[in-house]
């Protein structure tokens, strides 16, 4: 089999996988305003369960906010504010916000 041939298979079998989030920046700007009190807040600590700085977004690879979203929603991470949001979110959403904030 040609490089190009196995390349190509590759590429289209870790797409298909989900491993890049195909989103939209633009559209994920607009949906990010619920991350923004939080996330947005310079100097922003949370006080429940315990005091701590929010995880700044900007800049995070989109993969890896997908992820984390998804594993909110599914409750494999435990937060309350964020398992309640990410619940609210389709797969398109997360896509969206996750390419907004990795293009910071």
């Given at each position: 089999?040609?490089?190009?041939?196995?390349?190509?298979?590759?590429?289209?079998?870790?797409?298909?996988?989900?491993?890049?989030?195909?989103?939209?920046?633009?559209?994920?700007?607009?949906?990010a305003?619920?991350?923004?009190?939080?996330?947005?807040?310079?100097?922003?600590?949370?006080?429940?369960?315990?005091?701590?700085?929010?995880?700044?977004?900007?800049?995070?690879?989109?993969?890896?906010?997908?992820?984390?979203?998804?594993?909110?929603?599914?409750?494999?991470?435990?937060?309350?504010?964020m398992?309640?949001?990410?619940?609210?979110?389709?797969d398109?959403?997360?896509?969206?916000i996750?390419?907004?904030?990795?293009?910071?």
């Amino acid at each position: 089999m040609k490089k190009s041939a196995l390349l190509c298979l590759v590429i289209g079998a870790v797409a298909a996988s989900g491993a890049f989030a195909a989103g939209d920046p633009v559209a994920g700007k607009k949906k990010a305003f619920m991350c923004a009190g939080c996330h947005g807040a310079p100097g922003y600590r949370a006080g429940y369960p315990e005091i701590f700085a929010e995880p700044k977004l900007g800049g995070q690879h989109a993969d890896y906010l997908v992820n984390a979203l998804q594993q909110y929603k599914n409750g494999e991470r435990k937060f309350g504010t964020m398992e309640n949001t990410a619940k609210a979110l389709s797969d398109q959403d997360m896509a969206d916000i996750a390419a907004y904030y990795a293009a910071q």
